[in-house]
């Protein structure tokens, strides 16, 4: 059973747009939600993250927007750029068992065309 | 460099071998998660370990095991292997502190290829 589930399978924006991937899960037990950015040959990194108890964060150019009541969250990228380019995996984790394992979605190949 | 350093990078073997991958946590990481990356089935996980002790279990195989040593690296042993086998492996640490834990940092992985 997939506990998170994302949406696009991939993404191809022009550059200076805006790229949206969302995600939906079904554990309420999920209190931590972080993307990924993964470039080839290499790990995920963080990109940012996002606890329930708000509804938005924005890092620069990125934003999460937070549902509780619809379980779903989306990752925006403003002004899109080639080296946006890359694999996005959203994430969410329980920390009630102390384990603090991740649930990853899927992935949403992004590319960005000038 | 993200800090976690996992060898080797790349790793080809004959189904029925047995193999063993390493990971040294980020300095000052307890927490050592391994997952397992394929095309189809994306990040999977597979085993935590926390200061030396198992912490967790996810979808790892019985032929699959893994260890945390008093150093805090790790070494996730992979046997009588088999084609299916074949995919990225990622090892990452994370700093938890009570019920916080301040995201994981992943390493590079080792892409294991069996034939």
């Known amino acids: 059973q997939q506990q998170v589930k994302q949406s696009p399978q991939s993404l191809i924006v022009q550059k200076g747009g805006i790229s949206i991937i969302n995600c939906a899960y079904e554990?309420?037990?999920?209190?931590?939600f972080p993307w990924y950015q993964q470039f080839p040959g290499k790990g995920p990194a963080l990109l940012i993250a996002i606890r329930p108890d708000v509804s938005e964060k924005k890092e620069g150019r990125f934003t999460i927007s937070f549902n509780k009541s619809a379980k779903q969250f989306s990752l925006h990228i403003m002004d899109s750029q080639p080296g946006d380019s890359a694999t996005y995996f959203c994430a969410a984790q329980s920390s009630g068992a102390g384990s603090y394992q991740l649930t990853f979605g899927k992935g949403t190949k992004l590319s960005v065309i000038p | 460099d993200s800090g976690v350093t996992q060898t080797p990078k790349h790793l080809i073997t004959a189904t029925g071998q047995r193999v063993t991958l390493r990971c040294s946590p980020r300095s000052g990481d307890l927490s050592v998660y391994w997952y397992q990356q394929s095309l189809d089935q994306g990040l999977q996980f597979l085993i935590q370990y926390y200061n030396g002790e198992e912490r967790a279990k996810g979808n790892i195989l019985e032929r699959f095991s893994a260890q945390q040593f008093p150093d805090l690296h790790s070494e996730l042993n992979l046997s009588s292997l088999e084609l299916g086998d074949s995919a990225l492996y990622f090892c990452?640490?994370?700093?938890?502190?009570?019920?916080?834990?301040?995201?994981?940092?992943f390493g590079s992985g080792t892409r294991l290829t069996v034939v």
């Open positions: 990452a640490s994370s700093v938890v502190t009570g019920r916080s834990n301040y995201g994981y940092t």
């Open positions: 554990n309420t037990a999920f209190d931590y």
